[in-house]
């Protein structure tokens, strides 16, 4: 709770407030610029805030005294947060302008917030103010809405974090299905998901729309659980699924496991075309009436591509990018290796998703070979289809061109609900933690060499370890 507090105050004497002048503030008067305190001080409350939250979230990891103890601490945590600035990024004044550009009739996938002539464009960091939205249809009609109940920039960032509230709400409330379903304990399952600093200083302080997409995303997957192999749920479970791909578009590594999940009884290759033809049919409907209904199409789809202008080496196949430009460098040569790393790292990441799903259907088949097995079947089910989420959206995260200390809340929300060991995806998430600065300055910026050199040593031993662990395992009798 100390900790929380310690960030609200940096929070307010150096976040990332807004930058225009004259921007309304509370009791009427004019959002100013933050008290002159010195940047030093500013920087050590909030590491030491940190520092806190991530040491008292760390020593709970393998599960807090009891459910409701955890749901209450959580909730007492977020409380300061609630009354922060935003915090750790300005992408929220981002997720403004686009709703401004939408509601003044310019589409935001084809226009950059500077050039649609939003009015608090200052206040967007540079990099995304002449670059389209990259957010599906269905959030930019909440922005819109955001800014038309908000009236203002202050009451829009109060509509977002609402807005982020509800989705970790949702998430909150899908938590105990969820782990029920997957065999793990709720109490750890709650503390890991919802008592994580990224939690609540990133998606509740920070406002960001991967809370709703969470949201969306784990009650779409406990429907799918509670009532797999029926048209009706299969229907809603797909049209919830499609609703947090037309918020962000990586929700879509999702829907090869969520089609595991839709089959009852016996997996087999009919079953699953059935029950997953009828969730699919939800999907596209979601997609096909949020692109309609907001007059965009698929625009959104083009907007994708510029979500990799960052360069930061904190993604991996960006890391290795920068490391052979260097060599090249010192050979004499501009190789411009970052796009090759990237767009190889997402062949791979294709082929992980791949492998992490057959390995998943190819265990559930194997139950299929006796009737006795059908009850382990029904058990079996629900976490390898989250666990296989879980892993696939770590992969994602891993192998994406740009990560973002956020991004991290993706896999730890299904993995905190269906892994069995903890300390291997706790670990990232408490080093993400302390990556951005409450202005939303990322530190990578300042250690792109060295760190460039840290995170390529370490994904080439993981890849190694990887790979003797793989060999290891397959020389095994059966």
């Excluded at 087999?268 to 009436?289: E, I, N, P, S």
Aim: aromatic share 8%.
């Amino acid at each position: 709770m100390a900790g929380a507090v310690l960030l609200t105050v940096a929070g307010w004497l150096g976040g990332a407030l807004p930058r225009a002048t004259g921007v309304p503030g509370p009791g009427g008067g004019t959002w100013a610029a933050p008290v002159p305190v010195p940047a030093t001080a500013t920087v050590a409350l909030w590491l030491v805030g940190t520092a806190l939250l991530v040491g008292a979230w760390w020593a709970l990891r393998r599960g807090a005294p009891s459910t409701r103890w955890a749901y209450l601490t959580a909730g007492l945590w977020a409380l300061p947060l609630l009354a922060a600035p935003p915090l750790g990024s300005r992408d929220v004044y981002s997720y403004a302008c686009q709703g401004w550009a939408y509601a003044h009739g310019v589409d935001p996938y084809a226009t950059g917030v500077a050039e649609a002539g939003c009015p608090w464009v200052e206040s967007v960091a540079p990099i995304w103010r002449d670059t389209p939205a990259p957010y599906g249809p269905f959030f930019v009609l909440l922005a819109a809405l955001a800014v038309t109940l908000g009236g203002g920039l202050v009451g829009a960032i109060v509509a977002f974090r609402l807005f982020a509230v509800a989705g970790v709400l949702l998430a909150a409330l899908c938590l105990l299905g969820l782990a029920r379903a997957a065999g793990v304990p709720t109490r750890r399952a709650a503390w890991l998901a919802l008592a994580s600093p990224l939690v609540g200083v990133h998606l509740i302080a920070g406002a960001h729309n991967d809370a709703v997409m969470l949201g969306l995303l784990m009650l779409g997957l406990l429907v799918l659980l509670r009532r797999p192999g029926r048209p009706g749920p299969l229907l809603l479970a797909g049209a919830l699924l499609g609703l947090a791909v037309t918020v962000k578009a990586t929700a879509v590594v999702v829907l090869p496991f969520a089609a595991l999940a839709a089959v009852r009884g016996r997996h087999t290759v009919r079953a699953l075309l059935r029950d997953a033809g009828w969730l699919a049919g939800g999907v596209l409907g979601a997609v096909a009436v949020t692109s309609l209904l907001s007059g965009l199409g698929l625009g959104w789809v083009g907007g994708l591509t510029r979500s990799g202008d960052s360069e930061q080496w904190t993604s991996p196949p960006t890391a290795v990018g920068f490391v052979v430009d260097y060599a090249g460098g010192l050979a004499g040569r501009e190789p411009g290796a970052v796009p090759v790393t990237r767009a190889a790292a997402l062949l791979l990441l294709a082929v992980l998703v791949a492998a992490l799903w057959w390995r998943a259907w190819s265990g559930l088949r194997r139950l299929n070979d006796v009737r006795q097995r059908v009850a382990r079947l029904d058990a079996a089910r629900p976490r390898a289809a989250l666990l296989g989420a879980g892993l696939a959206l770590a992969a994602t995260v891993v192998l994406a061109p740009v990560f973002h200390p956020w991004y991290a809340t993706w896999p730890l929300a299904l993995l905190a609900v269906a892994a069995r060991r903890t300390t291997w995806f706790v670990a990232p998430c408490a080093a993400a933690a302390f990556l951005a600065l409450p202005d939303g300055t990322n530190l990578a910026r300042f250690t792109k060499a060295p760190g460039a050199l840290a995170m390529t040593a370490l994904a080439l031993g993981l890849a190694v370890w990887g790979l003797l662990r793989l060999r290891r395992t397959g020389a095994r009798p059966g």
